[in-house]
């Protein structure tokens, strides 16, 4: 069984990929470019199998390093570069090169920064996120046609709903790549709207509702119908007690259990349908911080949405949001990957007062139990724990049945850094890599999943998947 290692890639394809990337960077500075735009990304002809190397979320502030610059930097682009695709969630807006973002808001990369993507490998970005959106209209605008410049494809946003669903496609039949990109953690501005006849839909990102049902114990629903009752924020009647634009329920125990919007959920896994009919493979981007940042299992209503994106055709679930890695699930004739964490994260660029609800580690269902009553604004975690800092390249490959094998290499972020110096992915040391396998290996038992591990690198048994539907 052959193995990818940081160290044994051939000379010849090492010196061809860093000759690529020289190439690709000389063209994107923008003192260096000679041209407008480049060419539209296309499938890489790997003479192998169709493959696709997914990553997390990328948070950029500031150039990427150069081709050459850092040795660690060139063996992840390279990695990306032998995959036929590679993607990730951008979880910021590009705006013009050079313009200055607020102080006190969630960054917003220079347009720039499409072309350092390219250059890195990437081909696919996806936009569904809670900061996908945060400069309404202009920054959609903006951060597509900065994507555009730089030939990349994307999904995930755009200047109504039904452009926000759009797939990104890559690739001609019988090798063509369909990606569709949502997100549960949006607030209600920041969501794309449908245009309606001669009502113009509003620009934002392509996201599923969700509906949140609170059954409170008794004391814990006297306690909340006495601070309605005091702030005059609430008021109770036969149904329950209303806080905040909130039913809460009398029940024999606390329970928070939240729901798809079945109208959103219909129409994005129409979607995946009507892909698989076009494409030979399907993959869903999905970024859902639910039930919280801390928490390493998804929310309930996250695995039944991945679960029937595979039944509707989709090949691959990619997921993000909680800034660290979450389990991995063999489902049907496709895998879902439930967070990949973080793959570009630059929290220094970001300020304390930039952050909204889902990046302060907020537990959300606790946050729906209080109806939102907070003592203040959220405020960004230091993150100073590994596990923000490590993640995985996830390279899957697909043959007629689906996902046929999947390969976990691990990532180093910076996590023996000062704070200031973390955020680029490099290859894990030996001994980190053990740790980063092995827990994501314990994570993905609770999905009956095994991956195999040997010399640094991850596969995830694929073995006899689930029956999809069970």
Do not use: C
């Not at 350092?116 to 696919?124: A, F, H, P, S, V």
């Not at 501005?189 to 599923?208: C, L």
């Not at 994005?268 to 981007?285: G, M, T, Y």
């Amino acid at each position: 069984m052959s193995r990818i290692s940081w160290t044994g890639v051939g000379m010849l394809a090492a010196a061809a990929a860093l000759l690529a990337l020289a190439l690709v960077w000389r063209l994107s500075r923008e003192a260096d470019r000679q041209i407008s735009a480049l060419p539209p990304a296309t499938l890489r002809d790997t003479g192998g199998p169709l493959t696709l190397a997914a990553v997390g979320d990328s948070v950029i502030d500031g150039p990427l390093p150069a081709a050459g610059a850092d040795r660690g930097f060139d063996q992840v682009a390279a990695l990306l570069h032998r995959a036929s695709a590679a993607m990730t969630n951008l979880e910021e807006e590009l705006g013009p090169t050079g313009e200055a973002h607020p102080p006190d808001a969630w960054p917003a990369g220079a347009a720039d920064v499409a072309f350092d993507l390219r250059r890195l490998g990437i081909t696919i970005v996806t936009r569904a996120n809670n900061h996908g959106a945060d400069r309404g209209a202009d920054g959609i605008l903006s951060t597509g046609a900065a994507l555009d410049r730089a030939g990349l494809r994307h999904a995930g946003a755009g200047r109504d709903l039904d452009a926000a669903r759009e797939p990104a496609v890559l690739g001609d039949r019988p090798r063509r790549i369909a990606v569709i990109a949502v997100a549960t953690s949006v607030d209600d501005e920041a969501r794309a709207t449908r245009t309606r006849g001669d009502i113009v839909g509003r620009a934002g990102v392509s996201s599923i509702r969700t509906h949140t049902d609170i059954t409170a114990d008794p004391a814990t629903y006297a306690a909340l119908l006495s601070m309605a009752q005091a702030t005059h924020t609430g008021s109770e009647s036969g149904s329950g007690l209303q806080l905040s634009g909130r039913l809460i329920r009398k029940g024999d125990r606390t329970s928070v259990e939240i729901t798809a919007d079945r109208e959103d959920l219909d129409d994005v896994l129409d979607r995946v349908r009507r892909a698989h009919a076009d494409a030979d493979v399907v993959v869903v981007s999905l970024h859902s911080h639910e039930p919280g940042n801390l928490s390493v299992a998804p929310a309930a209503f996250v695995r039944a949405f991945a679960r029937q994106a595979i039944d509707s055709g989709a090949s691959l679930v990619v997921g993000h949001g909680p800034r660290q890695l979450r389990g991995i699930e063999v489902y049907g004739r496709g895998v879902i990957l439930y967070s990949l964490g973080n793959f570009i994260f630059d929290r220094a660029a970001i300020p304390q007062n930039g952050a909204d609800v889902y990046d302060a580690n907020t537990d959300l269902d606790a946050l729906a139990l209080d109806a939102v009553g907070r003592s203040g604004p959220p405020v960004l975690p230091a993150y100073d724990e590994a596990v923000w800092w490590e993640s995985v390249v996830a390279t899957a490959t697909f043959g007629d049945r689906g996902v046929v094998r999947v390969d976990l290499t691990p990532i180093d972020l910076g996590t023996e850094r000062p704070r200031g110096g973390r955020g680029r992915p490099r290859p894990a040391s030996a001994e980190r890599a053990a740790e980063i396998l092995g827990r994501l290996a314990e994570q993905s038992k609770e999905h009956g999943t095994r991956i195999r591990i040997e010399n640094g690198v991850g596969e995830v048994d694929i073995g006899t998947p689930a029956a999809a539907g069970s």
